[in-house]
């Protein structure tokens, strides 16, 4: 072999070793890919994580305490865990049940047709408190959750001894619906409505700094949410799937829900009601639910914004076991 040979021998060698090592070469992960790896949120002390298959989809649920059933309805971006906070001091008095909705968390995320609208929802968690034995609970949710609340309120008025509604709209009631609307920030309602396929995309693999940045937007105390809480909205959103599935929560605002709202309207809630709103984001509840039944007391939080368990948990539970215990 001459020495032309033997270099063009090597310099092939090297070639091909470079092609192989860029086809093996592992790209790095992407924020969410790393976040999605994040050690799950453990139940506090005294709290089970369980699971039950309810009306044809698996649901998680945090459990724990004595008493009456009461049952916590988490919203968006969160899970069951919006509520570890104050599930402690429920737990004193309530057996608290904290589900996550289906679509998110460790729930089943399967894309059904119209699975996602708020009565079906309501009946998800029908499906869980029977299945766990309890035909009559109270009831607190947070919005997403609220909507899911003020859903089981009206299809199951018999099976509901208090309700509690936290800071968001009922769609299609007037004229709050609109006027929410003309909000700017409420421009998430129909962008995660339009296409949440479009709207994954936007977002982007940074799923944990688009969340950050629009929990800041609706808080009043801008360091209300601890490193740990934003570690758990960031493992769970960035799960594969789990945004575009929560997205769908929306689209059936505008495909199914709005029209249910109204058509339950026509018969005003009677079991108590308390309607609560953060100071800086949700005046409107009380007068809203008023509207909608005929035994209601609330008001506004003060010093927080949207999210009142994380801005004033303390304050919540002034408010909120008070009410459950008359």
Known sequence: MTVRQLISSLVLIGILAACRDKEN??????QAQQDAQLPAAQPPTGFTSQTATVNGVRLHYVVGGQGEPLVLLHGWPETWYEWHRVMPALAQRYTVIAP?????????????????DKKTLAADLRGLTQQLGYPRISLVGHDIGLMVAYSYAAEY?????????????????????????QDPRSWHFGFYAADGESATRTVGTNIRQYITD?????????????????????????????????????????????????????????????????????PYILPMVQSLATNVRGGTIANSGHWIVQEQPQAFLDRVLPFLAE
Do not use: C, H
Request: charged share 20%; glycine share 8%.
């Open 214 to 282: 629009f929990i800041q937007k609706f808080a009043a105390n801008k360091n209300a949410f601890t490193a740990d809480e934003l570690n758990e909205i960031a493992r769970v959103y960035s799960q594969p799937g789990a945004l575009r599935s929560s997205f769908d929560w929306y689209k059936a605002v505008y495909s199914l829900d709005i029209a249910k709202n109204r058509e339950y309207a026509t018969q005003k809630l009677t079991m108590p009601v308390l309607a609560l709103g953060g100071e800086f984001s949700g």
């Open 157 to 181: 008025p018999g099976a509901v001894r208090k309700l509690v509604l936290l800071d968001a709209p009922i769609p299609g009631v007037e004229p709050y619906w609109t006027g929410l609307l």
């Open 25 to 30: 070469a592992v790209a790095p992960q992407t």
């Open 100 to 116: 996550d909705l289906r679509g998110i968390g460790d729930s089943d995320r399967t894309l059904l047709p119209n699975g996602f």
